[in-house]
């Protein structure tokens, strides 16, 4: 039967593949001594989890949005808020993240999608300018400096989070979990009007479809999700900055999606995979690493359109002789 | 009070005229060439490092400032030439991808250059002076040429895009972006006419108001993303609309971080309302733009999006 | 006498001193097969615009089914029953054939907030949109991806997911521009079956099929409706003989 799956399998075999990797990275790194590579997986791991939630509205909704980053800052700032409030449960701070990045997302994206194109990319853009400067001028959480977190979250009263390989295996079963829950989501009725709203927006409203409702809520949707990557960040830190929700980050995002290939799932969380490992790479090697990434990103967007999935296709194309 | 409020009003126009200058240029790249460009704030902190070294070598802030000029618009031109140009058929997401990565080359390239600690830039000797405002309240005359300058150069740009040709195919190519390919070979090096002005203004920009802010490598970052509110509040693609929106959104954003807690001190507590008034200005010009765009989502001055 | 199912009257569209539509004014009975002709750049298009909710008018109302739906979108319109067709395809170039279709089932067959179950493990939006393909002649097709099919068959997916809106009025675009010509034929014997079931507004170029089908007539000259009639009655007018002066082929269909 003909249906989108045959066509996306390979892919969810890679994303097994990505995940199988990941789980024995801890076990490794201890082996070789280097039980740093465990804290730099678990960050690869919490971008992942961000650049799926982007994929989502980015690569299926047709949504360039240049302001991604501050739903990880809602997600920091949750853990930050509530701790010191005395409510250190994960699962509770990350309710309250996914509520407030919602809210946020409901009112600034109704606002956004009333535009198309540029305007859409500014306007996303301004608006988490606008929750960075609020952070940065909110003294109580130290403001431009940030904060220092007393300790990591529990879960269900236990301190799981405490050791390095625990922090890794919950941000593992998280990003699993999100990766799951987006893939049968894009499979779903929702994700067909989504997806194809972003084909032809005038042939969904031929044939009934008002595509504001649906990219307000994958706009939501996508918010909710990054914030637990945000949630995660401020974990694996142990520390909250208005730095997470700058435009740079966003930025960083975006960049993870095009390289990894967009509207794939797969590509998003290799794309972020690879970034971050480039990133810490290239720092570990020169303090002005960001010369040598800047020109990786400007050299993939002049020959490489749709990053390493279209340069993989492309190499493909050329051995199946075609 | 109301000598406070005047020498903010003209403070806040200060602002808005330097935000016009990066604004204009930026404007029409949307607005004609449906080009997304992250990296025209860093061609504005070049214009304040090319001052700040030219002051360095030769010491004249007329003959640095006439440097500059030449300086900014053939970064632009180099860069139109090796990048966007290959980048205008391209998705947003490309153009993205490419700009945001100049913006990590050049900034990176200016650290190296110059380190990361702000550099100043001395006012020259004849505008280094105030004059009487009102009362006891004087008005520095370095900020009233800013202003003086920004307005013959918005004067320049009207006169360029109200009478002269190239005004005319700006005009129809803001207004419907395939008439202009209509008109055939004169694209390319329009194109290219605009990518260039527009460096050249944005590095104009970053070099006058070197004197009044310091030179240092965020500059760029914090000038981009106003010029957006403004050119989404102006409408993409709108010179006049950018002018307009640059002096409301200055205006607000320097008379909101002054009188916002004082107003809310009438409401609140002085202490809650010094902390909200300084939370919430900074906000003000995107809940300005987010109440702009609920009205008129193509922006004040801009043509009407299609549905 | 009961009222038309689509009335349209003074309808205005202009652009700048382009006057693209002028003073439109039509009546469509519930059951007929009314064609549009006209020559090139008659603002034929423009105006199947206009009654699809794609473009508002300046002035005039549109009137479907006794209620004035001139200010609704085009999704409300066609959740109403008034689909249209398009000329230039806005297939979804990445879907199936069976997925271009099953999404228009779905449109129109419970919530599509619906984020878990797989929408393509649901029978009932297959079943549904395979009779449609089948109808189009389509069938043995679904598999394919839309933007990989011939011109034709873009010609009879387009025409099977309007027919899934399940429409009572259907705005049929030039639906055989570029078919071949078995593809055509297929295409007009539906148009045929059709009548009984839909009422249709038909704007096409091939005379032939115009003549063969339509009830009634209309044609537009430079946004103005010059003649409307019978077949009969509108081949027999000077005004439009004088219209397609000069385009052969057009007045050999008349001829």
Redesign the interface.
């Given at each position: 039967?003909?249906?989108?799956?045959p066509r996306l399998a390979p892919r969810l075999k890679l994303a097994l593949v990505i995940f199988a990797l990941l789980a024995v990275v801890p076990p490794i790194a201890q082996a070789i001594g280097e039980p740093f590579l465990i804290v730099v997986a678990t960050r690869m791991m919490v971008f992942a989890i961000a650049a799926l939630s982007l994929d989502l509205i980015?690569g299926y909704g047709a949504m360039?949005s240049?302001g991604h980053a501050a739903y990880l800052g809602f997600g920091a700032y949750a853990v930050a808020i509530l701790s010191r409030a005395g409510i250190n449960d994960l699962l509770l701070q990350i309710l309250a993240a996914m509520a407030a990045a919602a809210l946020f997302a409901v009112v600034?994206g109704a606002?956004s999608l009333?535009?198309?194109?540029?305007?859409f990319?500014?306007?996303t853009?301004?608006?988490g300018?606008?929750a960075f400067?609020?952070f940065?001028?909110?003294?109580?959480l130290g403001g431009d400096d940030g904060v220092a977190l007393r300790a990591r979250s529990t879960v269900l009263g236990i301190p799981l989070l405490q050791t390095t390989q625990g922090l890794f295996y919950v941000t593992l079963a998280l990003l699993v979990a999100v990766f799951a829950g987006l893939y049968?989501?894009t499979?779903?009725?929702?994700?067909?009007?989504l997806?194809?709203t972003r084909?032809?927006a005038?042939?969904?409203?031929?044939?009934?479809?008002?595509p504001f409702p649906?990219q307000l809520?994958a706009y939501v949707i996508a918010a909710c999700l990054c914030a637990i990557a945000g949630v995660m960040l401020a974990n694996q830190a142990v520390y909250v900055s208005p730095a997470y929700m700058s435009?740079?980050r966003s930025?960083e995002m975006?960049?993870m999606l095009?390289l990894g290939g967009?509207g794939s799932l797969t590509g998003a969380m290799a794309g972020a995979l690879i970034t971050v490992g480039l990133e810490e790479g290239l720092a570990r090697w020169s303090e002005?690493w960001?010369?040598g990434?800047?020109?990786?990103?400007?050299l993939?967007?002049?020959f490489s359109?749709g990053g390493l999935t279209g340069l993989l296709r492309r190499l493909n194309l050329i051995r199946g002789g075609k | 009070m109301f000598n406070l409020f005047l020498l903010q009003l003209l403070n806040g126009a200060q602002f808005g005229i330097l935000l016009f200058l990066v604004a204009a240029g930026l404007t029409l790249v949307f607005g004609i060439m449906d080009f997304i460009n992250i990296a025209h704030g860093v061609l504005y902190m070049v214009g304040g490092y090319v001052m700040a070294m030219m002051m360095g070598t030769t010491g004249n802030f007329w003959l640095s400032l006439a440097l500059v000029l030449p300086v900014t618009l053939a970064v632009g031109l180099v860069l139109e030439l090796l990048v966007f140009r290959r980048l205008y058929d391209r998705s947003h997401l490309d153009q993205v991808l490419a700009t945001f990565g100049l913006v990590l080359v050049l900034s990176e390239l200016v650290k190296i250059f110059w380190g990361s600690a702000p550099l100043s830039v001395a006012m020259p000797e004849m505008l280094s002076g105030s004059v009487p405002l009102a009362g006891p309240m004087r008005y520095p005359v370095y900020r009233i040429a800013v202003i003086g300058v920004g307005l013959s150069v918005a004067i320049g740009l009207w006169f360029v895009i109200a009478r002269t040709r190239v005004g005319m195919l700006l005009r129809a190519g803001a207004a419907n972006r395939s008439m202009v390919s209509a008109l055939g070979t004169d694209i390319n090096r329009l194109f290219m006419l605009v990518f260039a002005a527009g460096a050249m203004l944005a590095g104009f920009a970053g070099a006058i108001v070197s004197p009044i802010l310091s030179v240092d490598p965020g500059m760029g970052d914090s000038i981009l993303i106003l010029t957006f509110v403004v050119i989404v509040i102006g409408g993409v693609g709108s010179v006049k609309g950018a002018f307009y929106a640059a002096l409301l959104v200055g205006i607000v954003d320097t008379l909101g971080r002054m009188f916002g807690p004082i107003l809310l001190r009438l409401v609140m507590e002085p202490a809650a309302a010094a902390q909200a008034g300084r939370t919430i200005a900074p906000m003000l010009v995107y809940i300005l733009m987010a109440a702009v765009l609920f009205w008129r989502p193509a922006g004040l001055f801009g043509r009407k999006v299609s549905q | 006498m009961s009222q038309p199912l689509l009335r349209v009257e003074g309808l205005s569209k202009a652009y700048g001193a382009l006057k693209v539509t002028q003073n439109v004014s039509l009546d469509v009975d519930e059951g007929q097969l009314h064609a549009i002709i006209g020559p090139n750049g008659a603002g034929k298009t423009t105006l199947i615009a206009q009654l699809s909710g794609q473009l508002r008018p300046d002035s005039g109302t549109v009137v479907y089914a006794g209620e004035d739906v001139t200010r609704l979108d085009m999704a409300s319109r066609v959740q109403k029953g008034l689909a249209r067709s398009f000329q230039i395809t806005t297939l979804l170039a990445g879907f199936t054939a069976l997925e271009n279709v099953a999404l228009a089932v779905q449109a129109r067959a419970g919530s599509s907030f619906r984020f878990f179950r797989p929408a393509a493990t649901e029978q009932a939006l297959n079943d549904e949109a395979m009779q449609y393909l089948a109808d189009v002649g389509l069938a043995g097709r679904e598999g394919r991806v839309a933007g990989s099919l011939s011109h034709g068959e873009k010609r009879q997916l387009e025409m099977a997911v309007a027919l899934a809106t399940q429409p009572r009025l259907l705005l049929l675009d030039e639906p055989l521009a570029g078919t071949g010509h078995e593809e055509a034929a297929q295409l007009i014997a539906l148009f045929d079956t059709l009548k009984s079931r839909v009422t249709m507004v038909l704007i096409e170029h091939d005379m032939n099929a115009v003549f063969a089908l339509a009830d009634r007539v209309s044609v537009l000259v430079y946004g103005q409706i010059v003649a409307s009639g019978t077949p009969a009655e509108v081949r027999a007018d000077a005004k439009v003989r004088a219209a397609y002066l000069g385009e052969e082929e057009v007045s050999d269909a008349l001829g």
């Open positions: 039967m003909s249906d989108l799956r980015l360039v240049f600034t606002i009333r535009t198309r194109g540029v305007y990319i500014m306007i853009l301004a608006f300018q606008m400067f609020f940065v001028s909110f003294s109580a049968r989501l499979l779903s009725r929702f994700g067909r009007v997806t194809g084909e032809s005038l042939r969904m409203q031929a044939i009934g479809f008002r649906y809520t435009w740079h930025g975006i960049v095009v967009i002005h960001r010369l990434f800047g020109l990786i990103l400007v993939v967007a002049l359109p | - | -």
